[in-house]
T-cell receptor
Framework: DAKTTQPPSMDCAEGRAANLPCNHSTISGNEYVYWYRQIHSQGPQYIIHGLKNNETNEMASLIITEDRKSSTLILPHATLRDTAVYYCIVRVLFLGQNFVFGPGTRLSVLP | ETGVTQTPRHLVMGMTNKKSLKCEQHLGHNAMYWYKQSAKKPLELMFVYNFKEQTENNSVPSRFSPECPNSSHLFLHLHTLQPEDSALYLC????????????????FGPGTRLTVL
């Protein structure tokens, strides 16, 4: 079972920041938070991951709360091509642990 | 382009047919994965191979038979499938499925859309 909860859907205006929340209240100290997205009829695409500190790359920023029980993925300037299902995943840090995808958040970027 | 290719992209087969799905990765990775994504369901992990050895079979029915001849290629052999097996089958690769540090992100192919009649 997925260890995260996300809203099923969100809308965002084109050009505005999209803030996608994720709750992972049972996260343990050695679990990373990963974000993937899946554009319709394509394979999932890795976005970003983090452990404790906030992270930023060319695609997005990841903000993790101090207690690590929730996080937010930020797309700073959403475009129509960012319309996708976004998955928040926590992954235990031991041998052989695999990714468990939940239902994710369907983000619709509106013109 | 993620460096992971899958063929065919679409496949229609009868319940008595035998077919194979192919996945190839050009990333120098050592781990490869098969996932199933049914309509309106989350991705389900099916098989994991690491350095050509199968390390996980997620209770997949025997009508699905994986094969990993080398670290770059992964096959999924299909026989006597059922209509409920119709789904998007996704292949992924990563550097090493046993990697202890975070950052072992998986790169996915575009998938094969399978329809079983």
């Amino acid at each position: 079972d997925a260890k995260t909860t996300q809203p099923p859907s969100m809308d965002c205006a084109e050009g505005r920041a999209a803030n996608l929340p994720c709750n992972h209240s049972t996260i343990s100290g050695n679990e990373y938070v990963y974000w993937y997205r899946q554009i319709h009829s394509q394979g999932p695409q890795y976005i970003i991951h983090g452990l404790k500190n906030n992270e930023t790359n060319e695609m997005a920023s990841l903000i993790i709360t101090e207690d690590r029980k929730s996080s937010t993925l930020i797309l700073p300037h959403a475009t129509l091509r960012d319309t996708a299902v976004y998955y928040c995943i926590v992954r235990v840090l031991f041998l052989g642990q695999n990714f468990v995808f939940g239902p994710g958040t369907r983000l619709s970027v509106l013109p | 382009e993620t460096g992971v290719t899958q063929t065919p992209r679409h496949l229609v087969m009868g319940m008595t047919n035998k077919k194979s799905l192919k996945c190839e990765q050009h990333l120098g990775h050592n781990a490869m994965y098969w996932y199933k994504q049914s309509a309106k369901k989350p991705l389900e992990l099916m098989f994991v191979y690491n350095f050509k050895e199968q390390t996980e079979n997620n209770s997949v029915p025997s009508r699905f038979s994986p094969e990993c001849p080398n670290s770059s290629h992964l096959f999924l052999h299909l026989h006597t499938l059922q209509p409920e097996d119709s789904a998007l089958y996704l292949c992924a690769s990563s550097q090493d499925s046993r990697k202890l540090a975070g950052g072992d992100e998986q790169f996915f192919g575009p998938g094969t859309r399978l329809t079983v009649l």
